[in-house]
């Protein structure tokens, strides 16, 4: 296998690691927390445990 191949898979596989451990991560657990709050909010106005 020629060693340029190589190279594009190594940096695609870094680039795709990059993409989702500081991008989508952080978004994912913004929508989690948010989600968490909105359910947190609703329960405490209508008083059911």
């Known amino acids: 296998m020629p ?3 190589w190279g ?3 940096i ?4 795709g690691i990059t993409l ?6 952080p978004i994912w657990l913004g929508l989690r927390i948010a989600g968490w709050l909105a ?3 609703a329960r ?3 008083g059911e445990p």
């Open 12 to 15: 695609a596989l870094a680039t």
């Open 44 to 46: 405490g106005l209508k």
């Open 8 to 10: 594009i898979w190594w």
């Open 20 to 25: 989702f451990y500081v991008v989508l991560t």
């Open 3 to 5: 060693l340029w191949r």
């Open 39 to 41: 359910d947190l909010r």
